[in-house]
């Protein structure tokens, strides 16, 4: 018989009742250390109380309204956010692939209205994830996401992921923006190097192709910048944004310039929830915290901390891992041993770590995790990696 809940996820028997900070307590009393962070979505941990305040005080005054009347919470985020990054303007979302959506139709509509409704060719890469709406799951294109599910959005061309030679023999008259992730999340945290995405502007300023970044998952302090596509002194046309920016409150966005956003005018798009006033209210406590030159560079220091202890741990066992790869607190480490056998055993020492494509095992722990934290990471790490390699003797 089919279970209640559709099952379409494969569950650990782990039921946690309560967060607070870097730690879930599990019905039973257990402590995990949480380095998933509900796949980079808690990015301040659990329960912080800035978060709690912000909340309870906007779900005091006033839980919900429409579109259809001003929403100052929205507004005052939708400013933090131009004044912090290249975007003149945001729409809000609930959701990473809805904001997928919105950067296709946006990249579209904006060659329409200038007269090119030809283009409509969005160029993607191997290994990438935009979320599982018909528009993400042809973006991505993998067998994996697409099988069985009917015809796809037309209109992607699927690429190899940074072979750069394959890109401009892909450009032709139909072509209308190239979508990527800085720093690829559940490919198995595979970052960019800097010089591909700025090879990747200069493409799309020489052949007028709009540039889109889908920061879902590095974006928001993720790897010690704002935005991850900073490191490389670039900027997007659009760019997709969810996970941290909501701190656990379901919550997404598109930053967007003036120009590429100019076709999205009045009826062109919308959403019930989208920039609801509990999500924003949430949203803005995030942005305050984590907009600040000051923690950002606790962000750059942790993850120094971290990455250095990870290849340590790399080191000792030879036999479980591979390397390290990732970038601020968006680390990846690369198994020898199956990434989900090293997942599990790590739930035997309670630690959370989240598996991703090319059997890596993902840390996207709390930005605000303390260096106690990281050492209690590498102990149990350390414990599960000895588990499982005595296991094998
Ligand atoms: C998680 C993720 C998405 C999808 O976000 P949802 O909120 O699950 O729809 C899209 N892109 C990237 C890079 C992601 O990591």
Redesign the pocket.
Known sequence: MIPSVLPTYSRAPLNFVKGEGSWLIEADGRRFLDLGAG??VNALGHAHPALVDALKAQAETLWHVSNLYEIPQQQALADKLVDATFADTVFFTN??????ELAVKMARKYWYEKGHPEKVEIITFSGA?????SA?IAAAGSEKMTKGFGPMLPGFVHLDWADHDKVVPAITDATAAILI?PV???GGIVPLPDQCLKALRDLCDEHGLLLIL?E???GVGRTGKLFAHEWAGVEPDIM?V??GIGGGFPL?AVLATEEAASGMVAGTHGSTYGGNPLACAVGNAVMEIVNTPEFLEEVNRKAGLLRQKLEGLVASHPDIFDSVRGSGLMLGLKCKASNIDVVQAGYGQEVLTVPAADNVVRLLPPLTLSDDDIAEAIARLDAAAAQLSAQAA
Not at 95 to 100: A, L, M, N, R
Not at 129 to 133: A, L
């Open positions: 796949i980079a959701s990473g692939t809805e904001s997928c994830f935009h979320g599982r709406s993400g992730e690829q999340g559940e889908d879902v998952q590095c997709m969810a996970k997404g």
